[in-house]
């Protein structure tokens, strides 16, 4: 099961405007890149995903769309708690491949917390 139509981000011009204008944070195995739209628009839209993941990942489509499946299933659990108004690129990384369910779980928590996209939670909660 995929992401709501309004969580998705689709089009190439909005996954590049995310690349070359968003704020970046990464982890060890994927690279998180945020761009606030809340304050361009008069009412805050829902928050925005898109994944990507490269042939240099892994030459199998098996296995790049089963990343792109645990990843999707990893920002469903966190979508209660995303604040609206962002558009979010995730970029998983070549060593992705053997990486589990859990590890992503792990990371991405970690990535919205630094980028401050999870309600209740600030940098200063975690230090």
Do not use: W
């Given at each position: 099961?995929?992401?709501?139509?309004?969580?998705?981000?689709?089009?190439?011009?909005?996954?590049?405007?995310?690349?070359?204008?968003?704020?970046r944070y990464?982890s060890h195995?994927?690279?998180?890149?945020?761009?606030?739209?809340?304050?361009?628009?008069?009412?805050?839209?829902?928050?925005?995903?898109?994944?990507?993941?490269?042939?240099?990942v892994s030459?199998?489509?098996?296995?790049?769309?089963?990343?792109?499946?645990?990843?999707?299933?990893?920002?469903?659990?966190?979508?209660?708690?995303?604040?609206?108004?962002?558009?979010?690129?995730?970029?998983?990384?070549?060593?992705?491949?053997?990486?589990?369910?859990?590890?992503?779980?792990?990371?991405?928590?970690?990535?919205?917390?630094?980028?401050?996209?999870?309600?209740?939670?600030?940098?200063?909660?975690?230090?």
């Amino acid at each position: 099961m995929g992401l709501p139509k309004s969580n998705r981000l689709r089009h190439p011009k909005a996954f590049q405007t995310v690349y070359n204008r968003g704020k970046r944070y990464q982890s060890h195995h994927l690279v998180m890149k945020v761009l606030s739209k809340a304050d361009q628009q008069p009412t805050t839209p829902p928050t925005q995903f898109g994944i990507s993941v490269s042939r240099k990942v892994s030459k199998k489509a098996v296995t790049r769309n089963r990343l792109k499946r645990q990843i999707k299933g990893v920002i469903r659990v966190f979508l209660p708690m995303i604040k609206p108004g962002y558009q979010v690129v995730i970029v998983v990384k070549r060593n992705a491949t053997e990486c589990k369910y859990e590890h992503f779980l792990r990371e991405l928590e970690e990535l919205l917390i630094k980028a401050e996209i999870i309600h209740g939670y600030k940098r200063e909660h975690i230090l």
